[in-house]
């Protein structure tokens, strides 16, 4: 559909408004979208379901880093966390896993370098 309406409208810029110009350009936009469509393949249910798992688990240990990254977890960044379960209407199981994302990323912060320890291991690299 957008070859198409690209084709289309260059058509008409390059033949000065002649419906010509449109007619080859709708044309060619035409074959330029049959070329593309078979390289489009659909989403099937179980990569969407997969897509969906993965944004699920990414959202609660996104939260989890951030909520520890000062050092403690607050009542606040719970509440927050719980806000966006309740948007996102989960039910038992769910929030169960919830929690668990959120909580396994906010224990292993604490076990990644921070930058400073990077910067101080880089400037100790570079003293002769």
Same mark, same amino acid.
């Given at each position: 559909?957008?070859?198409?309406?690209?084709?289309?409208?260059?058509?008409?810029?390059?033949?000065?408004?002649?419906?010509?110009?449109?007619?080859?350009?709708l044309i060619l936009g035409h074959f330029?979208?049959?070329?593309?469509?078979?390289?489009?393949?659909p989403t099937t249910t179980a990569e969407?379901?997969?897509?969906?798992?993965?944004?699920?688990?990414?959202?609660?240990?996104?939260?989890?880093?951030?909520?520890?990254?000062?050092?403690?977890?607050?009542?606040?960044?719970?509440?927050?966390?719980?806000?966006?379960? *309740?948007?996102?209407?989960? *039910?038992?199981?769910?929030?169960?896993?919830?929690?668990?994302?959120?909580?396994?990323?906010?224990?292993?912060?604490?076990?990644?370098?921070?930058?400073?320890?990077?910067?101080?291991?880089?400037?100790?690299?570079?003293?002769?």
């Amino acid at each position: 559909m957008t070859g198409k309406i690209v084709g289309a409208i260059l058509g008409m810029l390059l033949l000065r408004g002649s419906p010509w110009g449109l007619l080859i350009g709708l044309i060619l936009g035409h074959f330029y979208d049959m070329s593309v469509a078979p390289k489009r393949r659909p989403t099937t249910t179980a990569e969407a379901l997969e897509i969906g798992v993965r944004i699920f688990r990414a959202t609660y240990e996104v939260m989890g880093y951030v909520a520890k990254s000062d050092g403690r977890v607050s009542e606040a960044e719970i509440a927050a966390a719980r806000e966006v379960m *309740n948007y996102m209407k989960l *039910n038992g199981a769910q929030i169960h896993a919830a929690i668990q994302h959120f909580v396994r990323a906010a224990t292993h912060v604490l076990a990644a370098p921070t930058i400073q320890t990077l910067l101080v291991v880089d400037e100790r690299s570079r003293q002769p």
